[in-house]
């Protein structure tokens, strides 16, 4: 099952610079984010306490958005479990998902004319 | 021989009635009626002062019956808004087009027809998909909509009437489709027009649309669609336009089938992209950024190449389009008028000055 907590963060959506929280993490936001930082591995015996996934939606000052499984250590994220960007609509190109094919595909015939 | 039905054309065309004819030319009423009923044959100097009341030219009076087109058979669009005048000088211009496209017919080969009979159609959405599929030309946008119907061997023309209640309208004549074009329009909205238009040839060859009835206004919903359809196609659509959809992305997509960004915010709330509200709010916002009365950043205006190449190759024989209309025995301005808009600006140049008055 997931949990959704929001966050402010510095910076969101980069790859260089992972996303730190604006505010200090407490005690009680580090338990719920007690991550299991092997979470692609498969689990042989399973703890029962780790059935709450804990995401961030955590939202930078320029309006990036991401929702990102952090693991909590020292007040700030430690680490990440997993980053899931989320784009801005408004930014998306429409023609990006079918950038491969060529961009002017449009039909234009042109008729033929013959003088008799 | 004395054409009277060539008097009542030319009448039409320049949207007089019979008794604003007769102020004109300075001759009775009765005697403009008579002529038209073909009571009996004009004397020289009345016919000469008609036609200079109309601005035609005499030989045009005595030429063969024009032919006929009946109201019936024509597709109209918005039939019921338009009046009586406007629908016959709509009418008389299309009677007109015939003779000018017999004439180049005459003198150039153009592209055959070669449009699907889909009357037995019910569904638009899958005509428009099958007349596709038959032209081979997939899912892909139309990069010029005036061009493809040229090349499919539809006859085009300019339907200069400067009123908003004729769209556009087509018909069938000796198995040859044409289409009158109003260029008052918006560019986008010729196209959709023009697109409304192939519905009606390929969907209703059969049937004339009978003004203000059911079943002309299904004629017309079907023609609607079928432009719709035709335009967006619906996998085309799909594919690029993200599945929550804005206003900025109706405005950078509508681009690329080069509609207006209200059809296609139509088209999506049809296809279930666009929820009731989604699709209300998105209308709402359009109109305040004024894509209800006009379309902002629009395109350029299609253009006709049939026309384009028949001009310039008649210019090259350094032949004018002042000869043009010479030998068809029509007035400059009416031939001008069929192809205004359809041709390059250049070509429109010599348009503008007739618009122009000596101010002394």
């Known amino acids: ?116 | 021989m004395f054409s009277y039905r060539r008097l009542c054309l030319a009448r039409q065309r320049r949207r007089l009635t019979a008794k604003a004819l007769a102020e004109a030319a300075g001759v009775s009423y009765v005697t403009i009626s008579r002529l038209e009923n073909g009571e009996n044959p004009p004397d020289e100097g009345t016919v000469t002062k008609l036609a200079q009341a109309l601005s035609y030219p005499l030989k045009f009076f005595f030429q063969d019956d024009p032919e006929s087109l009946d109201v019936n058979a024509v597709s109209f669009r918005s039939l019921s808004k338009m009046s009586a005048k406007e629908r016959d000088a709509a009418l008389a211009a299309g009677i007109i087009g015939l003779e000018v496209a017999a004439w180049i017919e005459e003198r150039f080969i153009l592209p055959k027809p070669d449009l699907l009979d889909l009357s037995y159609e019910t569904d638009p959405e899958v005509a428009a998909k099958s007349l596709r599929q038959y032209w081979g030309i997939g899912e892909k946008p139309i990069g010029n909509m005036i061009r493809l119907l040229e090349a499919k061997g539809v006859r085009v023309f300019s339907l200069s009437e400067n009123t908003l209640s004729v769209d556009a309208y087509s018909f069938w004549r000796d198995d040859k489709p044409y289409i009158f074009l109003n260029n008052f329009k918006t560019p986008e909205r010729s196209v959709m027009d023009a697109a409304h238009e192939l519905g009606h040839l390929v969907l209703h060859k059969h049937a004339g649309t009978q003004p203000s009835t059911d079943l002309s206004r299904h004629a017309e919903r079907e023609a609607n669609q079928f432009a719709s359809a035709f335009l967006m196609p619906l996998n085309d659509l799909k594919a690029r336009v993200p599945r929550r959809v804005t206003v900025a992305n109706i405005l950078k997509a509508k681009e690329r089938w080069r509609v207006a960004a209200t059809a296609l915010a139509y088209r999506l709330h049809v296809i279930g992209h666009l929820s009731e509200w989604q699709y209300k709010s998105a209308c709402i916002e359009l109109g305040r950024r004024g894509f209800r009365a006009g379309e902002p950043n629009g395109i350029e205006r299609e253009t006709s190449a049939i026309w384009q190449k028949v001009l310039t190759q008649l210019w090259v024989e350094r032949t004018t389009k002042e000869e043009i209309a010479e030998s068809l025995n029509l007035p400059l301005d009416e031939f001008e008028s069929l192809i205004w808009g359809l041709t390059s600006p250049s070509h429109q140049l010599d348009t503008k000055h007739n618009a122009l008055h000596i101010v002394k």
């Open chain 1, 1 to 116: 099952m997931v949990k959704v907590i929001f966050a402010n963060v510095d910076l969101a959506c980069n790859d260089e610079q992972p996303p730190k929280p604006r505010s200090r993490k407490g005690a009680g936001s580090e338990r719920a984010c007690q991550g299991n930082l092997f979470g692609v591995m498969p689990l042989y015996a399973p703890r029962h306490n780790e059935v709450w996934a804990t995401y961030y939606l955590m939202l930078d000052a320029e309006g990036a958005a991401e929702l990102t499984r952090p693991i909590i250590k020292g007040s700030t994220f430690s680490a990440y479990v997993e980053r899931i960007y989320l784009p801005n609509v408004e930014d998306v190109d429409v023609t990006d998902s079918r950038k491969h094919t060529e961009e002017n595909d449009a039909v234009d015939l042109d008729p033929v004319v013959a003088r008799k």
